[in-house]
Each structure stands twice: as structure tokens, then as C-alpha cells.
């Protein structure tokens, strides 16, 4: 998941899916009403960071330690 500002979005994956959940914390701070169907722009916008800060991160990982 990501948070941008007042937004919060998580990917909920199902049977190889993930499904966007897509909530306003300033109006909604207990998480219970999801938007994304509501705001598809903004669940494009914020997959897209998410997926833009995943690329930067498997880049920058070490190689994982193996026992020899």
C-alpha cells in the first residue's frame, strides 16, 4: 500500500488479482469506506507511484544471502 497526502490505497490480492481499496483519511480516519470505485484517477495515480517506489526498491535490494 501507499499514502499520499490524505489518501491511503492498498492492493488487496485475490486469486491473483489485486484489487484497489482506496481511502480518504481526513474524512474517513477509521478506514471504513472504501473509494476507489468512486476515484479511478486517483487509484490510477497512486498504483502508479506505488509501482514507480517497488521498481526503486528491487534496484537498490541486495542480492539475497545464501549458505553455502
Given at each position: 500500500?501507499?499514502?499520499?497526502?490524505?489518501?491511503?490505497?492498498?492492493?488487496?490480492?485475490?486469486?491473483?488479482?489485486?484489487?484497489?481499496?482506496?481511502?480518504?483519511?481526513?474524512k474517513d480516519l477509521s478506514e471504513s469506506t472504501?473509494?476507489?470505485?468512486?476515484?479511478?484517477?486517483?487509484?490510477?495515480?497512486?498504483k502508479a507511484r506505488l509501482e514507480e517506489l517497488?521498481?526503486?526498491?528491487?534496484?537498490?535490494?541486495?542480492?539475497?544471502?545464501?549458505?553455502?
Open positions: 500500500g501507499i499514502r499520499v497526502g490524505e489518501w491511503k490505497l492498498l492492493l488487496k490480492t485475490d486469486k491473483n488479482q489485486k484489487e484497489p481499496i482506496l481511502y480518504h483519511l481526513t472504501d473509494l476507489a470505485a468512486d476515484n479511478p484517477e486517483k487509484v490510477a495515480e497512486l517497488d521498481s526503486e526498491i528491487t534496484q537498490s535490494a541486495r542480492p539475497v544471502w545464501s549458505k553455502k
